[in-house]
């Protein structure tokens, strides 16, 4: 038994040195020597014993020692859990195959197509093997801002419908209005068209004459490419409107551009309640369109206070019709509208029929 403990680590010490730690007994000729540990001072501030048995300070590596290897498993209960995980395998497949069998029976499921309950007050707008397409609306009866739309899918394809070419009072308002739906094979959907205020009122649409509207549908394949696509005509719905009322034109409408088919006004800076900068705010213009042709103008270039700017305007104009559309401000760097010196764009004017044409240097005036 060892007379003396390590003051380093607490070992058994013989006096001399520590079989754990290394540790010696400082002497004369150890500081003479300038005794280091791995390049390092061996330096003992207390050689009071530390609570730290078998630890080696300097984290030197220990004595290899041989680890018993674990018990093996006997013969007889390895081989009972390996009967009692083929007898759980032989159970769940079993069970699985079964029900396999019994699903293959069911009945496919049928659409649920009278989970919607159609208006009795409606008028059918579309109605083959193909859809059933029913309005709620009753022509001279009604005037409202939004139009149940009730769909019925025969087919066995998904669709879908989209608006286009909404005019109210000979106002196309596809900007301010719209119905999108998505339908199901064999599904009853009630979807609306719907008028925004703000349109109405930039068209200065007191009441109601008459709306006329378009649907297309369209299937998409597995790669999101068009399948199919149906342009379903034109639909038109009469309003109560007063026998003597008459539609004026909008007013403080500033004329930009003119020729023999087309005129292009500026109507507005628009700005909702929540809009506090530039690119939160619209322009609103309107285009009369008096050529039996449909036209899509959009921007070569828009220049403002004299560069280029991201500001993007694009719009789809029936033939003989008036159309308000907008172009968003997004990108254009501004905060207020006093902050606008020019506003200058160059416009390009396609025909559906015909050879298109560039109209250059249309000045807004959107600060006067």
Request: hydrophobic fraction near 35%.
């Amino acid at each position: 038994m060892a007379k003396y403990v390590c003051p380093s680590c607490g070992a058994p010490f013989d006096g001399k040195k520590c079989r754990n730690c290394a540790y010696e007994s400082f002497s004369e000729e150890i500081a003479h020597n300038l005794h280091v540990h791995k390049g390092e001072p061996l330096v003992i501030k207390d050689t009071t014993r530390k609570r730290v048995p078998y630890k080696d300070p300097f984290s030197c590596p220990g004595p290899r020692r041989e680890t018993k290897k674990s018990a093996k498993i006997t013969g007889l209960p390895k081989a009972l859990l390996i009967i009692f995980l083929i007898i759980f395998l032989i159970n769940v497949l079993t069970w699985v195959f079964a029900a396999i069998g019994d699903h293959a029976d069911w009945p496919e499921p049928e659409p649920s197509a009278e989970s919607v309950s159609l208006p009795l007050n409606g008028k059918t707008l579309f109605d083959d093997n193909r859809f059933t397409i029913i309005a709620q609306w009753q022509d001279g009866k009604s005037d409202s801002t939004y139009i149940p739309v009730y769909i019925i899918n025969h087919t066995d394809k998904a669709y879908d419908f989209s608006s286009k070419n909404v005019t109210v009072n000979g106002f196309c308002l596809d900007d301010f209005s719209g119905l999108y739906a998505q339908v199901q094979p064999g599904e009853t959907l009630e979807s609306g068209l719907h008028f925004s205020d703000q349109g109405l009122q930039l068209a200065n649409i007191a009441q109601i004459q008459q709306i006329s509207f378009s649907l297309e549908a369209t299937a998409f394949g597995k790669d999101y490419s068009v399948a199919d696509s149906l342009d379903l005509g034109t639909f038109t719905l009469r309003g109560n409107a007063a026998a003597d009322y008459i539609q004026s034109d909008m007013p403080g409408g500033q004329m930009l551009y003119s020729d023999e088919t087309l005129t292009l006004s500026y109507v507005a800076l628009w700005a909702n309640d929540y809009d506090e900068k530039l690119e939160d705010m619209e322009l609103v213009f309107c285009v009369e369109n008096s050529s039996g042709n449909d036209l899509s103008i959009f921007d070569e270039q828009i220049q403002v206070n004299g560069e280029t700017c991201d500001v993007s305007l694009w719009a789809s104009v029936p033939a003989n019709s008036k159309t308000l559309f907008t172009a968003y401000l997004y990108g254009i760097n501004l905060d207020r509208p006093e902050d606008i010196e020019s506003f200058i764009m160059d416009l390009n004017v396609c025909p559906e029929d015909g050879d298109g044409y560039l109209i250059e240097n249309i000045s807004v005036p959107i600060n006067e």
